[in-house]
């Protein structure tokens, strides 16, 4: 079965520093997404991407984020001057565009470190 | 916004037992996924069930969108289940949708 992949799995940062986060989602999937999870706590939505823009991004996606899909097969949230607080899982997502309520399918996260 | 709460928030069983997780949201979903969140942190997709009843081996779950809730029966519990149980419901918006995750069920299965 197709899956989204994440790398790295695990990224440990100097406060202030900028970090990439990559993501290969399905090949034949259209919409893309970010979240992020706090440790202990619930999985909140970030940004939503489709059609080479922002769809939708809620008020934790700060001017400090980005997202690119750089080529055809990568989708990438940067964040650029890197906080503490920033800390948490992040967890990449893809769903097909056959219909608007089809499954959204994760990678396995990347655990982001901020020192 | 709409609000999604899963309820116990802790679940201790003795591996053999039955239990079943409860999903409550506020307002009408377009869809609802469930999750299972290993040790390790991995998201893994169990159910996508706008409605009706799906079953997966010993899970199953159902899903009455009218009255708003979900529910995730998980029978002759295994250690294997530990880990946070999350339902998230499918919003939709003019160019796509996103997903609300509820607070999620630690449950702690014991040998």
């Known amino acids: 079965e197709p899956e989204v992949t994440q790398t790295p799995s695990h990224q440990v940062t100097q406060m202030g520093q900028e970090v990439i986060l990559r993501c290969v989602p399905i090949s034949n999937h259209l919409y893309f997404y970010w979240y992020r999870q706090i440790l202990g706590q619930k999985v909140e939505f970030l940004v939503s991407f489709y059609n080479n823009e922002i769809s939708e991004k809620s008020e934790i996606f700060d001017d400090q984020f980005s997202v690119e899909r750089p080529d055809g097969s990568n989708f990438t949230l940067k964040i650029r001057s890197t906080k503490l607080e920033d800390s948490a899982m992040y967890f990449c997502?893809?769903?097909?565009?056959?219909?608007?309520?089809?499954?959204?399918?994760f990678g396995d996260g990347t655990r982001l470190s901020i020192l | 916004g709409i609000q999604v709460e899963q309820s116990p928030p802790d679940l201790i069983l003795q591996e053999g037992a039955n239990s079943t997780l409860r999903c409550n949201f506020s307002?009408?979903?377009?869809?609802l996924q469930w999750f299972h969140q290993n040790p390790w942190g991995q998201l893994i997709n169990l159910f996508y069930i706008p409605s009706g009843t799906k079953q997966n081996g010993r899970l199953s779950a159902t899903t009455v969108a009218t009255e708003r809730y979900s529910l995730l029966y998980i029978s002759s519990s295994q250690t294997t289940d530990s880990g946070v149980y999350f339902c998230a419901v499918l919003i939709s918006f003019n160019a796509g949708n996103m997903l609300t995750f509820g607070g999620g069920t630690r449950l702690m299965v014991k040998p």
């Open positions: 307002d009408s979903v377009n869809n």
């Open positions: 997502a893809s769903r097909s565009g056959t219909a608007r309520n089809q499954p959204q399918h």
